[in-house]
T-cell receptor, first 112, second 115 residues
Framework: DAGITQSPRHKVTETGTPVTLRCHQT?????MYWYRQDPGHGLRLIHY???????DKGEVSDGYSVSRSKTEDFLLTLESATSSQTSVYFC???????????FGPGTRLTVT | AQTVTQSQPEMSVQEAETVTLSCTYD???????LFWYKQPPSRQMILVIR??????QNATENRFSVNFQKAAKSFSLKISDSQLGDTAMYFC????????????FGTGTSLTVIP
């Protein structure tokens, strides 16, 4: 357990509203990742970060932005939520020289 | 680009029996790692087993073992003496340090252990 928390754990929001999900880790891991999980697709990478203020796009980044101002926090923002962004969102961390990724508990987001 | 394929969306096994979950992958990398993650109904992602591509010996963790066929790009998971607690979604994943430690996941296999 890499001490990863996600907030909120559940959220229902309306189409067009902004949403920010937070990932917080206590292990000082350099790498952080945001995934979304959808039936039939497994986990797909949205954005990732290799350090403070060092972020890049993943496979499904359209409609999402991220920020990392501190090692321990990685924020995922949906600027204007759409129903297609209804999903379960996972944060994960990793470290150089360590091949495993450690996952948070997930956030279930519903956009109505 | 890396791809991971799990061709069995659902499987079931009798308690105490053995089951094998299949995974194939495609990559041009030589240095990489393969993983099996378990996701029970709690939704938490739990690492089951890992395999380093440069190691010929198949990884084993208690009741879990893999059959790693590098030339065939195949990485199957065998669960022996299946237990009710093994009921979960299982994801195969690929990672290469040469591609920024990014993980690529398969679509998952839902395993049900029947009492």
């Amino acid at each position: 357990d890499a001490g990863i928390t996600q907030s909120p754990r559940h959220k229902v929001t309306e189409t067009g509203t902004p949403v920010t999900l937070r990932c917080h880790q206590t292990e000082n891991h350099r790498y952080m990742y945001w995934y979304r999980q959808d039936p039939g697709h497994g986990l797909r990478l949205i954005h990732y970060s290799y350090g403070v203020k060092d972020t890049d796009k993943g496979e499904v980044s359209d409609g999402y932005s991220v920020s990392r101002s501190k090692t321990e926090d990685f924020l995922l923002t949906l600027e204007s939520a759409t129903s297609s962004q209804t999903s379960v969102y996972f944060c994960a961390t990793g470290a150089p020289g360590r091949d495993e990724q450690y996952f948070g508990p997930g956030t279930r987001l519903t956009v109505t | 680009a890396q791809t991971v394929t799990q061709s069995q969306p659902e499987m079931s096994v009798q308690e105490a029996e053995t089951v094998t979950l299949s995974c194939t992958y495609d990559t041009s990398e030589n240095n990489y790692y393969l993983f099996w993650y378990k996701q029970p109904p709690s939704r938490q992602m739990i690492l089951v087993i890992r395999q380093e591509a440069y190691k010929q010996q198949n990884a084993t963790e208690n009741r879990f073992s893999v059959n790693f066929q590098k030339a065939a790009k195949s990485f199957s998971l065998k669960i022996s003496d299946s237990q009710l607690g093994d009921t979960a979604m299982y994801f195969c994943a690929f990672m290469s340090p040469n591609t920024g430690n990014q993980f690529y996941f398969g679509t998952g296999t839902s395993l049900t252990v029947i009492p």
